[in-house]
């Protein structure tokens, strides 16, 4: 990331993490020694503020991490994880992230029972899995794929693999938003690398993580280029800024 800054090539961290609003995951980037400031960091939740608003959505049942409730500040939150009894407003939509072991039957039912309702189903991921804890572990996406089938409707996806977001975040960087001119890199091959591909930008591997050699071979995915780690791009960044 120093080298990139040296050789002025701006970029952006983008995730589909929801279990930690913008302020807690700038606090871990610095933690690993990245320098990061909040600008920087592009999440799925501001992201679902900004549509909950366009849509005129003022009412959200909100289904992630109770942490990360504060980047949704403006929005009346009913619901699911936010402390608050739904009452007699029913909520308009229903935002679904990466709870992990905290979902429960009766979460699911619950957010199943609004959407029988007319809510609206908003993914802030559609990841398979992720790494934690040494283990693959399910992500957001297999429940987003379950209340779609059980209400038999199509989740409005405002993370990765979003067109919308990679757009977003090419955006910020100040660059025309071209393809060739803006790489994703990342470990997830269907959300970062073929996301980033379909909305017209590289998709670069790295392998760590949740990086498979098994998924890579199956998937039919073709990174446009392949990293050992996220340190191989300080050669890239040095050999632009020569």
């Not at 005129?56 to 929005?75: Q, Y």
């Not at 559609?126 to 429940?143: E, I, K, Q, S, V």
């Not at 017209?200 to 039919?220: I, N, P, Q």
Request: aromatic share 8%; proline share 5%; net charge negative.
């Amino acid at each position: 990331m120093a080298a990139l800054r040296r050789a002025a090539i701006p970029f952006r961290f983008v995730t589909n993490t929801t279990s930690r609003p913008r302020a807690g995951l700038v606090a871990r980037l610095r933690e690993y020694g990245f320098a990061a400031e909040a600008e920087e960091v592009l999440t799925p939740i501001t992201a679902a503020g900004r549509l909950a608003r366009e849509r005129e959505i003022s009412v959200l049942a909100p289904f992630l991490a109770s942490a990360s409730l504060r980047d949704l500040e403006g929005l009346e939150l009913r619901g699911g994880t936010s402390g608050h009894a739904p009452g007699n407003t029913l909520p308009q939509a229903v935002l679904v992230g990466d709870l992990g072991e905290q979902w429960s039957y009766a979460l699911m039912q619950e957010a199943f029972s609004y959407m029988v309702e007319g809510a609206l189903l908003i993914a802030l991921s559609r990841d398979r899995y992720w790494w934690t804890n040494g283990r693959l572990a399910l992500d957001a996406g297999p429940f987003v794929a379950a209340l779609e089938y059980a209400a038999s409707c199509e989740a409005v996806l405002v993370g990765k693999p979003s067109p919308d977001f990679f757009h977003a975040a090419a955006s910020a960087l100040g660059a025309p938003a071209v393809e060739g001119q803006v790489a994703m890199i990342g470990d997830d091959l269907w959300s970062d690398v073929r996301g980033a591909q379909q909305a017209g930008y590289r998709g670069w591997l790295v392998r760590t993580g949740k990086f498979r050699e098994d998924a890579l071979r199956d998937s039919g995915i073709r990174p446009d280029r392949m990293l050992d780690t996220i340190a191989d791009l300080r050669d890239h960044a040095e050999a632009l800024a020569e």
